[in-house]
Every structure is written in C-alpha cells, then in structure tokens.
C-alpha cells in the first residue's frame, strides 16, 4: 500500500527537509499535500525537496494569556506554495512583511510529530 500523502510529508520533515508536490499538468506547487491536484483533477503529483527559502506575506503576533507572545505567519516559499507558520529567533514584533526567511525543523518533547518554522534568512544556520 502507498504511503498517504500526509505520510510522505511528515516522512521528510522528520529527515529536515521541507518537501511539497508539484503537478506537471498544472506546471505549479502544490501544497498541503493531497492526492489530486487542486487546479487540474489530475493525480500525477511529483514530491520535490524545497530550497527552504521564503519571504514573509503575512504576520500576526498572538498573546496566549499564558507564556510568551509569538508570531503566526504566512511564508511563500520560493518553490510557488504557501504555508502557515512562525518565524523562531527574533522578537515575534520585529518579523516583517516582506522579510526572507529560512526553514528549518521544529522538534517538540515527546511524540509530537516534527514542523515547519522559519528563522530570519540573514541568521547562522
């Protein structure tokens, strides 16, 4: 049986490699992964490793009533595809529209599975 679609992404992201599909009929990213391409029904979907660099669209900075602030934003990734995430390692205030960012991986304690954040692309690897 293949792997789901969700299967494969994860797989990637716990080898800390950011990976999305592409569709050749549609000629464009696709992302979040799925089994049939949203722009042309078809289902011949390519998985391909991103470069992990992006440039913030959107940002947000959310107060939990407990623990520190942080930024919720959205990436677009040089590749073509969109994604919710947060950029790490700066002052959630201080993350811009506008600004490159790099990926990287996102290991929480326990058996929470491995994400997506961003850092800003100037930073040390």
């Not at 991103?50 to 520190?68: D, F, I, K, R």
């Not at 600004?99 to 954040?117: Q, S, W």
């Amino acid at each position: 049986m293949e792997a789901s679609p969700l299967a494969v992404y994860q797989s990637h992201l716990d080898k800390g490699e950011l990976a999305y599909q592409w569709s050749p009929q549609a000629r464009r990213a696709v992302f979040y992964p799925r089994l049939v391409c949203p722009f042309t029904g078809s289902t011949a979907l390519e998985w391909r490793v991103a470069s992990g660099l992006g440039t913030v669209y959107a940002t947000t900075v959310t107060h939990p009533q407990q623990g520190a602030p942080y930024n919720v934003a959205l990436i677009d990734c040089d590749e073509g595809f969109r994604l919710m995430s947060r950029v790490e390692a700066i002052d959630p205030i201080h993350v811009k529209i506008g600004m490159r960012v790099r990926f990287r991986i996102h290991k929480p304690a326990g058996e929470e599975p491995a994400y997506p954040v961003f850092i800003p692309a100037e930073s040390g690897p």
